[in-house]
């Protein structure tokens, strides 16, 4: 069975910290795909990143950057520099070979960033 | 380009009644999936199709269906309405529903059931 864990609930931070959103994924699988989305206010999820389980290089994007370790099936997510637009809810998900587009999330982070 | 596109955007009904939701994918797309998502059980998917087949169900009753039209637009029913199924009904595109795509997600529809 496959799982994702977003143990952060809610963080909340003061602009310009730097914050990291914690992601642990669990599956069988040797070929399987990781997703971050954001969810804001207005509800539709927007895409951020894609990585496949053969490719560990971290990237970076702007003030984005994620960690992807396979030793710890970790996806760790980090924002440097908040803003107050970057506030909204941050999944994590899995999707492995054959599941047409079924996406495991993870429960979420209610990520505020305060003035 | 229009992106995904979820009506109606809000909806009440009241236990037992059934009701039915549309989306129409991003024009080119041809996989659109249903999630489901509450409060307590988070974002779970409810089922993909693709040309008009469904290819990938996940774990809800069979109160639960959708289908697809010829041109990738797609409905979900439920049927026999249940306080539970108070939640965001999201629906997502993308060109083939392989494992790697990424999704592109409608606002969604809220749904209260009362």
């Known amino acids: 069975a496959q799982k994702v864990t977003q143990a952060q609930t809610e963080i909340s931070v003061v602009e310009k910290e730097d914050v990291t959103l914690d992601c642990v994924y669990e599956?069988?699988?040797?070929?399987?795909?990781l997703f971050w989305y954001k969810q804001p206010p207005s509800g539709e999820l927007v895409f951020l990143i894609r990585r496949n389980s053969f490719d560990e290089q971290n990237e970076i994007s702007g003030r984005y950057s994620w960690n992807f370790q396979k030793s710890t099936s970790s996806f760790n997510f980090t924002i440097t520099a908040s803003q107050v637009v970057d506030s909204a809810v941050y999944f994590c998900?899995?999707?492995?070979?054959?599941?047409?587009?079924?996406?495991?999330f993870g429960a979420g982070t209610r990520l505020a960033v305060h003035p | 380009k229009a992106g995904v596109t979820q009506t109606p955007r809000y909806l009440i009904k009241t236990r037992g009644q059934q009701v039915t939701l549309s989306c129409s994918p991003i024009?080119?797309?041809?996989?659109v999936s249903w999630y489901q998502q509450t409060p307590g059980q988070g974002l779970q998917f409810l089922f993909e199709?693709?040309?008009?087949?469904?290819?990938n169900k996940g774990n809800f009753p069979g109160r639960f269906s959708g289908r697809q039209f010829s041109n990738s637009r797609s409905e979900m029913n439920v049927s026999t309405l249940e306080l539970g199924d108070s939640a965001l009904y999201l629906c997502?595109?993308?060109?083939?529903?392989?494992?790697?795509?990424?999704?592109?997600f409608g606002s969604g529809t809220q749904l209260s059931v009362l």
């Open positions: 997502a595109s993308s060109w083939a529903g392989a494992t790697n795509e990424k999704l592109f």
């Open positions: 599956t069988r699988d040797t070929t399987y795909y």
């Open positions: 998900a899995l999707s492995v070979s054959g599941g047409y587009n079924k996406l495991i």
């Open positions: 024009s080119g797309h041809r996989s």
């Open positions: 199709y693709f040309s008009e087949t469904q290819r």
